[in-house]
């Protein structure tokens, strides 16, 4: 059974940081390219990061550049999202996302919310 988790979300002011985490199980982790994606009602989901399967090629959205690091243990199969230098714009729910060619698998997300 596939299962992505993600965990670490919550409450931050301005300015703080969180370090998002999704613990992978029921795949091959280590084979999957994966990503972090977020999104607020009643707009589209958007890319925040992505780490190819050895984490050699990493891409980010331009919203989070500068700001948020992913990386991946395979050993562990868990992937992060280090966010720094948060802002109210930031706040949506983050998923999750393992993608093996057509093979697509998303986790149900954890909330960000940026506010004082």
């Known amino acids: 059974q596939v299962q992505l988790v993600e965990s670490g979300g919550g409450?931050?002011?301005p300015g703080g940081s969180l370090r998002l985490s999704c613990a992978a199980s029921g795949f091959t982790f280590s084979r999957y390219g994966m990503s972090w994606y977020r999104q607020t009602p009643g707009k589209e989901r958007e890319l925040?990061?992505?780490i190819s399967s050895n984490?050699?090629?990493i891409n980010y959205g331009d919203s989070v550049k500068g700001r948020c690091t992913i990386s991946r243990d395979n050993a562990e199969n868990t992937v992060y999202l280090q966010m720094n230098s948060l802002e109210p714009?930031?706040?949506?729910r983050y998923y999750c996302n393992a993608k093996f060619f057509a093979i697509d698998y998303w986790g149900?997300?954890?909330?960000?919310?940026v506010s004082s």
Not at 89 to 92: C, G, K, L, Q, R
């Open 55 to 57: 984490g050699g090629n």
């Open 11 to 13: 409450l931050v002011q």
């Open 108 to 113: 149900k997300g954890t909330l960000v919310t």
């Open 89 to 92: 714009e930031d706040t949506a």
């Open 48 to 50: 925040v990061a992505r």
